[in-house]
């Protein structure tokens, strides 16, 4: 049999992915996307250890041609079903707990009520995304947003609403990275000056047994009030007491770094993969990216307000700059309300007391979850 060179190489062209883009260019689309994505992770930093797994996903998917999303046979199909079963997002959990100090919380346990403020965008989000006409269960899904953590956002859409987990999870984690962006200008329009130039005093110090009793105390009552937050909660909760209790030091340091490392790769990636251009490129896909930062703004406005309600009630000796960490992105929140604290005023540390709202508010999105899942979970 003979074969010519160019009819070898007409083959292998029009067998390519480059050929198949003119079958649906819509997939050059999602590339650029992607290379928007690593550009945003790369270069600028936002949140580069989940957007570059993520962008990367994204890329990959959206190659024609390649099987990797072939159910029973592709590469990232078997990736996936650690996010469809709602395994990572537990075990990132773990890593959470393992790497979270509950110190600040505890010393002022009233900063629970600010990690609850801040769940305002998830349940404003929701009733939006019902008045837009979206299924209760995905409306529920998407305000979950609001509540700026990722793997709480993946764990609610891989049970409510599977179909629009991709844009869920990017919006969630895309808002994360840009915390130090979106949440500045909220705080300075919703607080004075002579608001944020307040400084904290400091927290008391924290015994190691009540950092023992804590996680435990707290797993057992947020799960018997509400079982469904028992995979983020309980994890979440494990991975401190592995911290605290001073006897798993090993345990600690794996789910702290190798594990949480390795989980954090294939989730971005399974995340990334299910952004293909026939189910991404819809009108529903910028609602849910839309509604998303509605929720992320108020859910800020939220722990704000209610922070502005807390310094007064105080005689002024809570800065309401902590309300804003309310949200769940630990430490990120955290550091931005610092960083606006001492531009108002150069002396003011406000770190260590603003980690109490913004842990308090990683347990409050994970209750608003379970309660979302309880409700419209079936």
Known sequence: MQFSFIGVMEKILGESGFAAFFNDPRSLVMIIIAFVLLYLGIVK????????????GVLMANFPLTGILNENSGLFWFFYQGVEKAIYPSIIFLGIGAMTDFGPLIARPSSLLLGAAAQLGIFSAF??????????????????????????????????????????????????????????????????KKEREIKM?????????????????????????????????????????????????????????ALCNIVTIFLGLSVGCKAVAESFLTWDTIKIIILGLLAFLLSTAGGLVFGKIMCKL?????????????????????????VEGQKANPANFLLMHAMGPNVAGVIGSAVAAGFMLKVFGG
């Open 45 to 56: 930093k936002f949140e580069p250890l989940l957007l570059v797994p993520i962008a990367f």
């Open 127 to 192: 009733l939006l995304a019902l008045a837009l006409g979206f299924d209760p269960s995905v409306a529920a899904a998407i305000g979950v947003i609001g509540g700026a953590d990722g793997p709480t956002s993946i764990l609610v859409a891989s049970r409510l609403a599977i179909k629009y987990l991709p844009a869920i999870a990017i919006a969630a984690y895309s808002y994360m990275a840009l915390i130090p962006m979106i949440q500045p200008p909220l705080m300075r329009l919703i607080t004075t």
């Open 201 to 257: 005093e400091q927290l008391r110090p924290v015994s190691k047994t009540e950092k023992i009793v804590f996680p435990i105390a707290v797993a057992t009552i947020v799960i018997l009030l509400i079982p469904d937050t028992a995979p983020l909660i309980g994890m979440l909760m494990l991975g401190n007491l592995f911290r605290e209790c001073g006897v798993t030091e090993r345990l600690s340091d794996t789910a702290q770094n």
């Open 314 to 338: 105080s005689g002024g000796k809570i800065n309401p700059l902590i309300g804003s960490a309310g949200v769940s992105a630990v430490p990120m929140a955290a550091r931005v309300a610092q």
